[in-house]
């Protein structure tokens, strides 16, 4: 996921701290709070323009407007540019002995691991009902939300998050008789179009991600979604999913896509495939590619993409994921999408939780998430008031965030998840290299109970 991640961090000290959960300064006059600020961002390195964006305007703005209260708040900007991992790390070591954060940016994977290691708690126990009562909820679709949310309860705010589409080469869709506003309604209408591409001469029809070379790609832009498409999630209500009949149909597309000569099965396993098919798109190779709002922004634009395409705008098209059926999908949906995000939240160690989620609630203002994005910074926000003004000129960026991001899926925010993922993109492997789907799925069943601790905690 190529969505900047920005990682806030801030440790109370100063004079007159009160005990979590209770305002600072109240009561007795108060004193000065300083907060400190840190994120996973450096000038000149990782990050820059979120350091930049933080040190230059929430900080002195922040503090404008808390003088204007009639507090005394003070921010330090502390830089930071490490490995994620290193900085996950280090966030853990921190919230584990009771120091560090006031105010934590975590990726959303790690949200369900820190809440069940206590690490993080729901945000209405930490702050109180202003967390439940801040007014951008209204503005932030409830399938996104539910990024911020764990058993049911609210752990953070949604920084911003992104989602996957079916994209198209309309030139070859010409040749081949389709639609330049083709939007499939189901998989056989996937499977049809792929057939009437291989007619015409098209040399990969179609190309899911599949495999363990492309990694957490074939997760997000393959499985998962048919998955999801079929009617399935790879974790529901505590129990992970097995050999269901939702993993098997899923299976069985790629079966028809690789085994059926639509799709390219030696690419998926190529070390460098997923930047192949970049290339192979942006060469008109490629007809139909499922692929996130990165690839929009930041594989085929024109400008600075990795793959350039000059005439992006007026010939690749895009269209909403089929379930695998009208209806069949995930909470009966016609079409479906997976969506990655990180997160903002409140330290339960704070000992100024009610300003830390001030400035928490600052950053996701819509002054302050338009002027983030200002600059060629756009990316889609969490909320739909801020989306439809930054977003005008951004066709891709506004059909994501007006017809995907309401049905959208997110996975599962558990430390098991990534084992759980590879022995996914080891089915498809499998699939791909010719082994049925039943056998695929049962293969990955066995895999799935050494993972999780047995078949207690797999839905049968």
Same mark, same amino acid.
């Given at each position: 996921?190529?969505?900047?991640?920005?990682?806030?961090?801030?440790?109370?000290? /100063?004079?007159?701290?009160?005990?979590?959960?209770?305002?600072?300064?109240?009561?007795?006059?108060?004193?000065?709070?300083?907060?400190?600020?840190?994120?996973?961002? *450096?000038?000149?390195?990782?990050?820059?323009?979120?350091?930049?964006?933080?040190?230059?305007?929430?900080?002195?703005?922040?503090?404008?407007?808390?003088?204007?209260?009639?507090?005394?708040?003070?921010?330090?900007?502390?830089?930071?540019?490490?490995? $994620?991992?290193?900085?996950?790390?280090?966030?853990?070591?921190?919230?584990?002995?009771?120091?560090?954060?006031?105010?934590?940016?975590?990726?959303?994977?790690?949200?369900?691991?820190?809440?069940?290691?206590?690490?993080?708690? @729901?945000?209405? $126990?930490?702050?109180?009902?202003?967390?439940?009562?801040?007014?951008?909820?209204?503005?932030?679709?409830?399938?996104?939300?539910?990024?911020?949310?764990?058993?049911?309860?609210?752990?953070?705010?949604?920084?911003?998050?992104?989602?996957?589409?079916?994209?198209?080469?309309?030139?070859?869709?010409?040749?081949?008789?389709?639609?330049?506003?083709?939007?499939?309604?189901?998989?056989?209408?996937?499977?049809?179009?792929?057939?009437?591409?291989?007619?015409?001469?098209?040399?990969?029809?179609?190309?899911?991600?599949?495999?363990?070379?492309? /990694?957490?790609?074939?997760?997000?832009?393959?499985?998962?979604?048919?998955?999801?498409?079929?009617?399935?999630?790879?974790?529901?209500?505590?129990?992970?999913?097995?050999?269901?009949?939702?993993?098997?149909?899923?299976?069985?597309?790629?079966?028809?896509?690789?085994?059926?000569?639509?799709?390219? @099965?030696?690419?998926?396993?190529?070390?460098?495939?997923?930047?192949?098919?970049?290339?192979?798109?942006?060469?008109?190779?490629?007809?139909?590619?499922?692929?996130?709002?990165?690839?929009?922004?930041?594989?085929?634009?024109?400008?600075?993409?990795?793959?350039? #395409?000059?005439?992006? $705008?007026?010939?690749?098209?895009?269209?909403?994921?089929?379930?695998?059926?009208?209806?069949?999908?995930?909470?009966?949906?016609?079409?479906?999408? #997976?969506?990655?995000?990180?997160?903002?939240?409140?330290?339960?160690?704070?000992?100024?939780?009610?300003?830390?989620?001030?400035?928490?609630?600052?950053?996701?203002?819509?002054?302050?998430?338009?002027?983030?994005?200002?600059? /060629?910074?756009?990316? *889609?926000?969490?909320?739909?008031?801020?989306?439809?003004?930054?977003?005008?000129?951004?066709?891709?960026?506004?059909? *994501?965030?007006?017809?995907?991001?309401?049905?959208?899926?997110?996975?599962?925010?558990?430390?098991?998840? @990534?084992?759980?993922?590879?022995?996914?993109?080891?089915?498809?492997?499998?699939?791909? /290299?010719?082994?049925?789907?039943?056998?695929?799925?049962?293969?990955?069943?066995?895999?799935?109970?050494?993972?999780?601790?047995?078949?207690?905690?797999?839905?049968?």
């Amino acid at each position: 996921m190529a969505m900047r991640k920005i990682a806030v961090v801030l440790a109370a000290a /100063g004079l007159g701290l009160a005990a979590c959960g209770q305002s600072s300064g109240g009561g007795g006059g108060g004193g000065a709070i300083e907060l400190t600020i840190t994120q996973n961002a *450096i000038a000149g390195g990782k990050n820059a323009a979120a350091a930049g964006f933080v040190a230059n305007w929430v900080i002195p703005k922040f503090e404008a407007a808390q003088k204007a209260k009639g507090k005394d708040v003070t921010v330090k900007f502390v830089p930071s540019g490490v490995d $994620d991992e290193q900085y996950k790390t280090k966030l853990s070591l921190d919230l584990k002995s009771g120091k560090g954060a006031d105010v934590i940016d975590i990726d959303g994977i790690w949200a369900g691991e820190f809440a069940q290691a206590g690490y993080i708690k @729901p945000l209405a $126990d930490v702050v109180g009902p202003e967390a439940e009562s801040w007014e951008g909820w209204s503005q932030i679709p409830e399938s996104v939300q539910g990024l911020a949310t764990y058993e049911g309860k609210k752990y953070a705010l949604p920084i911003g998050t992104d989602g996957r589409v079916l994209y198209f080469n309309k030139t070859l869709f010409g040749k081949a008789g389709l639609p330049a506003d083709w939007q499939p309604k189901s998989w056989q209408e996937i499977i049809d179009a792929g057939t009437k591409l291989k007619a015409s001469g098209v040399p990969v029809p179609i190309q899911i991600n599949a495999g363990t070379a492309m /990694g957490e790609a074939t997760s997000m832009q393959g499985v998962l979604p048919l998955l999801a498409g079929a009617g399935g999630q790879v974790q529901q209500d505590g129990k992970w999913t097995g050999a269901s009949q939702a993993l098997k149909d899923a299976l069985g597309l790629y079966q028809k896509i690789y085994g059926g000569g639509l799709g390219d @099965p030696k690419l998926q396993q190529e070390a460098k495939g997923r930047d192949k098919s970049f290339q192979q798109f942006a060469a008109g190779k490629i007809g139909i590619l499922m692929e996130g709002d990165y690839f929009w922004r930041g594989v085929v634009n024109p400008k600075d993409g990795v793959a350039p #395409m000059d005439d992006r $705008d007026q010939n690749v098209g895009y269209a909403l994921i089929p379930a695998i059926e009208p209806g069949k999908g995930i909470r009966g949906q016609d079409f479906v999408s #997976m969506s990655g995000g990180a997160l903002r939240t409140v330290n339960p160690n704070s000992k100024h939780p009610k300003e830390a989620f001030e400035l928490l609630a600052f950053t996701l203002s819509p002054e302050a998430l338009k002027e983030e994005t200002k600059d /060629g910074n756009v990316r *889609i926000t969490p909320r739909t008031d801020v989306n439809k003004e930054i977003l005008a000129g951004q066709p891709l960026l506004t059909f *994501i965030s007006e017809k995907v991001l309401p049905l959208t899926a997110y996975r599962p925010p558990v430390a098991v998840y @990534p084992q759980v993922s590879v022995a996914l993109q080891e089915a498809t492997a499998a699939v791909v /290299g010719g082994t049925p789907p039943d056998q695929a799925a049962a293969d990955y069943q066995k895999k799935l109970e050494g993972i999780v601790g047995g078949a207690g905690n797999i839905a049968s």
